[in-house]
């Protein structure tokens, strides 16, 4: 570990002078839709330079706290109001099970890309939100530039210089990876399975949080591994006293974990609780899959550390990709697995052979000259804003007592319902409608969940979005 | 099954002209390096059309029988002398066997893509074959015209246009699919591990031919499968009466088999052997998982059926790609799975999640505007051509007794050397002389095939290929 990546350092001039503005607005002493000072008046009034006002406005805004309109200035945003409780965390579960065939699954996926319903269901955010436009200018470029490229095998496990720009992102986030421990996969979905492969056996158990994504469930269920869920909040992550139990109780082979921005509930930890939970791992000496797929879309100005940064012992297989940051089509996404690198890439050789070298350089050559952490920044905004209006409408429209989960990163919503309302049935009649959801019952294997519901966030906001978030709030209270 | 598809027709008359002009060139009528006469004075002698003398021409370039040189006509080919044996079947072998990690697969694998070695090792021709310029021309248009392709999720197993074309090559091969029972995947290699998995659980038996393709083997290792393996001629396929006898006395879940043009030993079975195969398998309820990836390179006039045009009942899972013939880079393959469909499509969710539409539709665009029979005619004379000029070169270099396949389609041979001689080490002294090789050992769980050796002849002919080539005849013969 380089030491001097990760000593704390005094915040910065802006950084105080944001949390200053933040305390007015929580205060309400600056309040929803007001203006904040212009620029120069503020760098007047605080004796501060001009850039340094910039970039607090510039955080403010990254952290939903204010908006900028064009031509006019910083003005306060409306924010949830105080008694949107968010969802509570599941009760403990002690004994493995296996996983169902899950048929839903594979309804709500297959729906999330008919352009005929409101995709609520999968979490893929709208096209427009990734540079489309200037990957395809890339793209054409590799092939003209080179196209031999497309003659050539891609049997290797990775494309050096898209692993050295993943390396050198991961070591400005704390977390220094060798680039040739790094193997490129088809997607995050990808280096989860070999992962998963990497460490289990079939009639191994592997735990996971709870809620967790549907798609950890079904690549378990795939590979006839059995689970063990672990409750997890909302905010902090996954309950580390139920981890110990779990692990001391069972024999787990590996903890599937996302500990920045979980998909569903959105929760990240602490440092200091990636850190227990390393030692946890150590203790027990487990492996942990990480998938650190949303780890890019925090709101506030730091990008949290992925679990791998404590990581002294190669026991953390980090997977992610570019799927929910910059090309989802594209499918390249990687693995880190620490001790278990040469067991990755040969199952990679006999699973995919090689990603195409055509796309792997591609995205490195984005990520070196297409303004990719500018990128970043643009649908972190978009993001945390879209968030904030999915949140309000679905106050308005929701049955009352409906809870909503406040994630600090990420584009998705965890929503619970009053305990009256059961979500597939809400959903079967909301397919009617051509609104496709994610119910509740997805997320774990236990009889769990019945009036949750998450919620794809990253779509544009418009008419069509309230309008849908009416008609599922209507069909809902219709239940109750 | 289309009738009228697989009824056998009269041949046309430009087969009849070049059978006639076949047997003179056997009989010695017409000698290596003999003009036939122009395609005028041919016309007039048998009194058919120039069209016709054209096409037969054609027709016995394609089967390597004479070659065409510019402004001066087509010339007789030399032909191997008679004396070259083709090499011998294994012997049957009975009990089931794990396969064991083998580490000379990634190397030789992983030198195959080193520029600085001659790789006669991997199975990969040349990208100079490839069209490069005119793929990397329609995967910028694919851009261009539709930049949001870029920022759209692939969930579905397959991009329909795609499916059609290849679903309509297969209907003209005899073999009539619905195009909606494939499922795109990357490359063969995952359509063959989607397929095992689809099949088999770990602890599991499945069959493969003897001498067979090492990545069958890596991917049942992979999956803790067990191995039954099958003797194989080197001309007409998997020994039935073997085949027979495997399924009788072990539980096999699976037969693993490259029935046209296998990978090494370039075996093409007859229709009746497909057929008769089919009825074996069906005798004993085992589904087959059927390797086609070299079915398109045949030098005969017709593309072979694949043993899937025999399936009535969905026991076939027919794999292939567009690896060998059109791109290897984009690893873009298929799977139709048969009465496994559902089971394949969820796997595939579970491994990769989907296949990248752009690289689906680039292929897709070439397949139906970019010439893609004329490009296979070409590469075809090419395989068969550079077939030829290896053959040659190793009779003159390699020791005497060296006994070599003759495949009518694909692109390597099988070279069996004297019983004194020892491929593995041959490999490691090679390697000195900057030479990769596939040794025979790496094509079987026993020992077996020592003194054999898969040569690639995808490669442009050329003085380094004769000094490789020489080269490794001396080292062999050193051995000796």
Redesign the interface.
Known sequence: MIQTLTAPAPAPLYVELARSLEQLIEQGTLRPGHRLPSVRRMSLQRDVSISTVLQAYTLLENRGWVEARPQSGYYVRPRLPMHAPEPRMARPMAKPSYVG?NDLT?EV??L??DPSYVPFG?A?P?????P??K???I??AV??ND??????????SAYDPLTREIARRYLQAGCPLPHDELVVT??C??AL?LAL?AVA??GDTVAVETPTYF?FL??I??L?LRVVEIPTGPRTGICLDATRDALANNDIKALMVMPSYSNPLGSCMSDEHKENLYKILAEFDVPAIEDDVYGDLHFGERRPKPLKAWDTDGRVLLCSSF?KTL?????VGWCAPGRYLERV???K???????????QKTISDFLRNGGYDHHLRSIRRAYHHQLHLFSQAILRHFPEGTRISRPDGGFVLWIEMPPGVDTLRLHRDALKHKINTAPGALFSVKDRYKNCLRMNCGLPWGELIEAALKTLGELAKKQL
């Open positions: 065939v594979a996926l297959t999330a890309t999968a893929c709208h096209h427009s939100l990734f489309t436009k990957l395809a200018r793209l054409a092939g003209r196209h031999t490229l497309l003659g050539r095998y891609a049997m290797s088809i997607g979905a990808e399975h492969r056996k079939p798609g079904e690549t269920q795939s006839n799927g090309a989802p089509s594209l499918r890439r040969r199952l050789f006999t699973t995919t052979l090689g990603t195409p070298v055509v796309l």
